[in-house]
């Protein structure tokens, strides 16, 4: 029998711009600890030991004036050789699941209700396998294109070229057991991560693939 986890753990997953840190602030207005993978990336890949790694691999190119990662110049590569994006996963990742790790101990010495991970490649990097629920947030392509250019500046085709490096969009959903529609008022979505963590509480968790959102 499965060791049981000190805490519920719920994962989001979904397309760019599906506003997936959007809904992991709705779990943290819960009392949930959000897990933030992007913002432990940018701390990782700030480490003076982790640029100097890169610029080894790279190049002094990847580093800025001033010695830091510039994280444009990495996406440039990494994004176009999938060898490349391997090699950087298996340095930032394992520094990034430390983080991890302390946080979910943090979540369980404060009785936070769950541990959300809001990771962009939650399940290529097969964190899915640390969740007891994942969550779909879910949004019209032309939603997220709109998303990712206002805050990012991304045009169509860089949002094409960051999807096509990450599985796809149905398969995602395939694997997942709640899908979250994020092209809503935020009360709504706040009142659907409400429904989710009473549900993955309540231990109401259908197999992946089976549910939309739970009835509240």
Known sequence: ??????IKVIGITGGVGAGKSALAARFADLGCVVSD?????????????????????????????????DRTRIASIVFSDPEARRRLED??????????????????????????????????????????AVVFADAPRDVRAARVHAARGWDEAELHRR???????D????????????????????????AVLDAVLAGRIGPPGSSGLPAR
């Open 1 to 6: 029998m499965p060791t049981p986890r000190p």
């Open 37 to 69: 993978s992007d913002a432990h990336a940018r701390a990782v890949l700030a480490q003076p030991d982790v640029c100097q790694t890169l610029a080894r691999w790279w190049g002094p190119s990847v580093l800025t004036a001033d010695g830091r990662a």
């Open 91 to 132: 340095l930032v990742h394992p520094l990034i699941a430390k983080v991890r790790a302390a946080e979910r101990d943090r979540a369980v010495a404060a009785g936070a209700p769950a541990l959300v991970i809001d990771a962009p490649l939650l399940i290529e990097a097969g964190l899915d396998r640390e969740c007891d």
């Open 163 to 169: 999807e096509a490096a990450q599985l796809p969009l």
């Open 171 to 194: 398969q995602k959903r395939r694997r997942s057991h709640f899908v979250l529609n994020t092209d809503r008022p935020p009360a709504d979505i706040a009142l659907d991560a409400r």
